[in-house]
C-alpha cells in the first residue's frame, strides 16, 4: 500500500506563487513516477505534471509550462511543485499522485488533494 500526502494549498492573488509538497510512503519512493494533477470545480482531473523516477524526465500540460515546476527529492520521499504567475484559472483541487512504474503510464495511488485558489 502507497500512501501520499499533499501539502502547501491556499489562497492567493493573481501573479503569486504557491510551493505544493507531497509526502509519500509504503515503498521505495525512488523507483517509481509521481505526478500532480488538478480538478477545477465542474471539470474534469488533468494532468498538471509529472516527474520520472529519477527527475530526468518531466512532462507538463501546455497551460502551465513556464510558470509550474516539478521536483522530487528522493531521499525525503517527497515530491514538490512550485507554482508561480499563479492566474484564476489555476484554481483547483491538486493531487498527487504515485505511478505504479519509473515513468509515469499508470497513477494508481492518490492523495486526498490540496485546494489553491488564486484570487483576481
Known amino acids: 500500500q502507497v500512501q501520499v500526502v ?29 505526478g500532480w494533477f488538478r480538478q477545477a470545480p465542474g471539470k474534469e482531473r488533468e494532468v498538471v505534471a509529472t516527474v520520472s523516477w529519477n527527475g530526468g524526465s518531466t512532462y507538463y500540460t501546455d497551460s502551465v509550462k513556464g510558470r509550474f515546476t516539478i521536483s522530487r527529492d528522493n531521499a525525503k520521499n517527497t515530491v514538490y511543485l512550485q507554482m508561480n504567475s499563479l492566474k484564476p484559472e489555476d484554481t483547483a483541487v491538486y493531487y498527487c499522485a504515485a505511478s505504479r512504474d519509473s515513468y509515469g503510464r499508470s497513477f494508481g495511488f492518490w492523495g486526498n488533494g490540496t485546494l489553491v485558489t488564486v484570487s483576481s
Do not use: D, H, K, P
Request: glycine share 20%; with cysteine.
Open 6 to 34: 499533499e501539502s502547501g494549498g491556499g489562497l492567493v492573488q493573481t501573479g503569486g506563487s504557491l510551493r505544493l509538497s507531497c509526502a509519500a510512503s509504503g515503498r521505495t519512493f525512488s523507483r517509481y513516477a509521481m
